[in-house]
């Protein structure tokens, strides 16, 4: 069992940075393939990003990529999302999630078994 703990979310202006952090409880935390996606109002869950666990491998959705970076620190057992030159359409809820081990590049919000509870986000123009 995995406990996850968003934070850092809050108001930012267009063009703007914001720093969401992800800390998750256990000690099997490098074991987790790490992903972010993101609700906004009266949309389906979408994909944001990806790390997996065996060799910190990324992968992000078009509309992120180049802006935000992903990156972990497993003895901190925390994930993070940097986000920069953010727009008015990253306004959403950022949920966090982890996949026991696993293989591939799950972009699938079925394929993550632990969720946090989310952060908002809103970016304003």
């Known amino acids: 069992q995995v406990q996850l703990a968003e934070s850092g979310g809050g108001l930012a202006q267009a063009g703007g940075s914001l720093r969401l952090s992800c800390a998750a409880s256990?000690?099997?935390?490098?074991?987790?393939?790490m992903g972010w996606f993101r609700q906004a109002p009266g949309k389906e869950r979408e994909f944001v990003v990806l790390i997996r666990w065996s060799d910190s491998n990324t992968d992000y959705a078009d509309s992120v990529k180049g802006r935000f970076t992903i990156s972990r620190d497993n003895a901190k057992n925390t994930v993070y999302l940097q986000m920069n030159s953010l727009k008015p359409e990253d306004t959403a809820v950022y949920y966090c999630?982890?996949?026991?081990?696993?293989?591939?590049?799950?972009?699938?919000?079925?394929?993550?078994?632990?969720w946090g509870q989310g952060t908002q986000v809103t970016v304003s123009s």
């Open positions: 256990g000690r099997t935390f490098d074991t987790y393939t």
């Open positions: 999630a982890a996949r026991r081990y696993g293989s591939g590049y799950p972009r699938a919000s079925s394929a993550y078994d632990y």
